[in-house]
């Protein structure tokens, strides 16, 4: 038998084709993932409106929440983050008027964002603004 | 003619659904997914967010600003060079009377970011007419 004639043996007769069906099985897999990992990618936080220019300076009491390297004050006093919760949450901020909601906040020195967030958070959370003091003035 | 007959009529008639061009549907469905995702703003950096242990859902972000582990600033997935530069982008995106969520502006920022960098990033969105999204993970901080 020759080589030629052992080869055509082989070979299936008729067109060769392309098989496309299993494209549309990877297609759909695809959207499927699509449409998972675009509803399972929502980022969480929270959302505060920094008040820009003169409003922060109608604060809403004297009070100033202060966070510095050693720690986080409430006016004088010393607080862990769960008491300045609770201390705002006692101001019923979010019964106020919305221009009587702000709380002066004012960090110093070698603060990082891990702590300035849950400052943020926590006013937030209470209804109030923070009107943030930048070092060296009010902003 | 039978019953039985007919039947086999019907078997050998063979009934095909055209299935090549489902491929194509679904590959345009994949390029519309891909284009309406937000991945892509948000690759190519390192941010370990800080932790809270109440969180709420955010908006998907329409503007979207980043500071990385290395204190470098983004804006809408590309460096930026400063804070000044992001205030003046977002003057020219927001408009006052948008709506709550149009005028989100999703920041996610390191944990170990520096005040001196954050801060004024913070003010650049407040002055440009944004109401800030911080982006945060869901947890309690461990307390040395």
Same mark, same amino acid.
């Given at each position: 038998?020759? =080589?030629?004639? =052992? ?41 505060? $409106? ?59 020195? $070698? ?29 | ?32 997914? @891909? ?58 995106? @927001? ?29 650049? @969105? ?19």
């Amino acid at each position: 038998m020759t =080589r030629r004639s =052992r080869r055509d043996r082989r070979r299936p007769r008729g067109e060769p084709e392309i098989p496309t069906q299993s494209f549309a099985d990877i297609a759909f897999l695809l959207i499927i993932y699509f449409i998972l990992a675009a509803s399972l990618s929502q980022d969480l936080g929270f959302r505060t $409106d920094i008040p820009a220019g003169q409003k922060a300076t109608e604060a809403t009491e004297d009070r100033t929440v202060l966070l510095r390297q050693d720690g986080l004050f409430w006016g004088e006093r010393p607080v862990s983050i769960g008491e300045l919760r609770g201390e705002l949450a006692g101001m019923k901020l979010a019964d106020r008027d919305p221009n009587h909601r702000v709380v002066q906040f004012e960090a110093k020195g $070698d603060v990082l964002w891990q702590s300035y967030f849950e400052v943020l958070d926590a006013i937030g959370k209470a209804g109030g603004q923070p009107g943030i003091v930048m070092e060296g003035g009010q902003k | 003619m039978t019953r039985r007959a007919h039947r086999s009529r019907v078997r050998k008639a063979g009934i095909l659904i055209p299935v090549v061009s489902m491929g194509d549907i679904a590959f345009l469905l994949i390029i519309f997914f @891909i284009l309406c995702s937000n991945f892509a703003k948000k690759a190519g950096k390192t941010v370990e967010p800080p932790v809270s242990p109440e969180l709420d859902s955010l908006p998907k972000p329409r503007l979207y600003v980043a500071v990385d582990a290395e204190e470098k600033l983004y804006f809408q997935g590309r460096p930026i060079g400063s804070a000044a530069e992001i205030e003046s982008e977002l003057s020219q995106k @927001i408009d006052p009377n948008d709506s709550l969520d149009a005028r989100t502006v999703i920041f996610e920022c390191d944990r170990g970011v520096r005040k001196e960098v954050f801060e004024p990033v913070l003010e650049a @969105i407040a002055k440009g007419g944004g109401i800030i999204g911080a982006v945060g993970k869901e947890g309690t901080r461990k307390r040395p």
